[in-house]
């Protein structure tokens, strides 16, 4: 238990200081996307397993990997950024939901 404990925070800790780095060249569309689905997939399980700490820095490293892959592509289209937008809330929504969730069982919940 332990150690997987442990590898989960090698693994965050080694995820943020990559997304942190700089990189020599700018990241291109499709690797900024699969970069985005791959830390989107690793959030949901970090949340499924109720590893808090874990999700909230998958979430700021996708925050940061955003960022870079946004700086370095062209001005998004109006379509595309109101696109973007609703896919973030839809994002933000499960989250709360799921939290929402875990409050009922929490609550439910025999002392």
Same mark, same amino acid.
């Given at each position: 238990m332990k150690r997987g404990l442990l590898a989960a925070a090698l693994l965050?800790?080694?995820?943020?200081?990559?997304?942190?780095?700089p990189s020599a060249e700018p990241p291109g569309a499709a690797s900024c996307q699969a970069e985005e689905a791959?830390?989107?997939?690793?959030?949901?399980?970090?949340?499924?397993?109720?590893?808090m700490l874990r999700r909230r820095q998958l979430?700021? %490293?996708?925050?940061?990997?955003?960022t870079r892959c946004e700086a370095s592509e062209?001005?998004? %289209?109006?379509?595309?950024?109101?696109?973007?937008?609703?896919?973030?809330?839809?994002l933000l929504r499960a989250e709360l939901e799921h939290?929402?969730?875990q409050l009922r069982e929490l609550k439910n919940e025999r002392p």
């Open positions: 965050a800790v080694a995820a943020s200081a990559f997304a942190q780095a791959a830390l989107e997939r690793d959030i949901d399980l970090a949340r499924s397993r109720g590893q979430a700021e %490293n996708l925050a940061a990997l955003r062209p001005s998004m %289209n109006r379509a595309a950024r109101i696109g973007k937008l609703e896919h973030d809330i839809q939290a929402e969730e």
